[in-house]
Antibody
Framework: QVQLQQWGAGLLKPSETLSLICGVY????????WTWIRQPPGKGLEWIGE???????IYNPSLKSRVTISVDTSKSQFSLKLNSVTAADTALYYC???????????WGQGTLVTVSS | QSVLTQPPSVSAAPGQKVTISCSGS????????VSWYQQLPGTAPKLLIY???KRPSGIPDRFSGSKSGTSATLGITGLQTGDEADYYC???????????FGGGTKLTVL
């Protein structure tokens, strides 16, 4: 059974870089696509981007200029970097994964990231 | 503003049936599979339905999914108080080349 455990800084100042890592435990890391999704407080889900088994990343057009998703296959981890954060980036960030396009079988526990001066 | 449209809330009594709609367009639901997620208060979303109407192992058959054209529907029968949660539909948008979700529907079991 695949389990995801995520970690990273929870409090950032405006203009800083958000950095989160998601560790994948169990299952085969290389056959899944890995995705980051966020949820502003009291709001719905927003797809940030994904990296597929071939290592190609696709990003939400609204965030593309600020986002990087990468993998470290040797550690079965994938990461999210979002630069130049503002208060609008305050959200619960989830890592997720699955076999199929835009379908997420596995979810991390979520990390609340707050951007405040 | 979400790409997919869901009703903000639905409600029904225990034991009854409820449906939640998800409306999109030809670039998303019309040409891609739909999935559904249940988010219990304070927890991460959980996959309920994938590829329009398939249930992952462990999901009871009280939950069902269907798709017609550019709309999809989640059905829940035999409602229980433990079903109170937010429900989200999701799919791929071939025009945006990105994943998209509905705004979520809060289910209240009266």
């Amino acid at each position: 059974q695949v389990q995801l455990q995520q970690w990273g800084a929870g409090l950032l100042k405006p203009s800083e870089t958000l950095s989160l890592i998601c560790g994948v435990y169990g299952g085969s890391f290389s056959v899944h696509s890995w995705t980051w999704i966020r949820q502003p407080p009291g709001k719905g889900l927003e797809w940030i981007g994904e990296i597929n088994p071939s290592g190609s990343a696709i990003y939400n057009p609204s965030l593309k200029s600020r986002v990087t998703i990468s993998v470290d296959t040797s550690k079965s981890q994938f990461s999210l970097k979002l630069n130049s954060v503002t208060a609008a980036d305050t959200a619960l960030y989830y890592c997720a994964g699955g076999f199929r396009v835009a379908e997420f079988d596995y979810w991390g526990q979520g990390t609340l990231v707050t951007v405040s001066s | 503003q979400s790409v997919l449209t869901q009703p903000p809330s639905v409600s029904a009594a225990p034991g009854q049936k409820v449906t939640i709609s998800c409306s999109g367009s030809s670039s998303d639901i019309g040409n891609n599979y739909v999935s559904w997620y249940q988010q219990l208060p304070g927890t991460a979303p959980k996959l309920l339905i994938y590829e329009n109407n398939k249930r992952p192992s462990g999901i009871p058959d009280r939950f069902s999914g269907s798709k017609s054209g550019t709309s999809a529907t989640l059905g829940i029968t035999g409602l229980q108080t433990g079903d109170e949660a937010d429900y989200y539909c999701g799919t791929w948008d071939s025009s945006l080349n990105a994943g998209v979700f509905g705004g979520g529907t809060k289910l209240t079991v009266l």
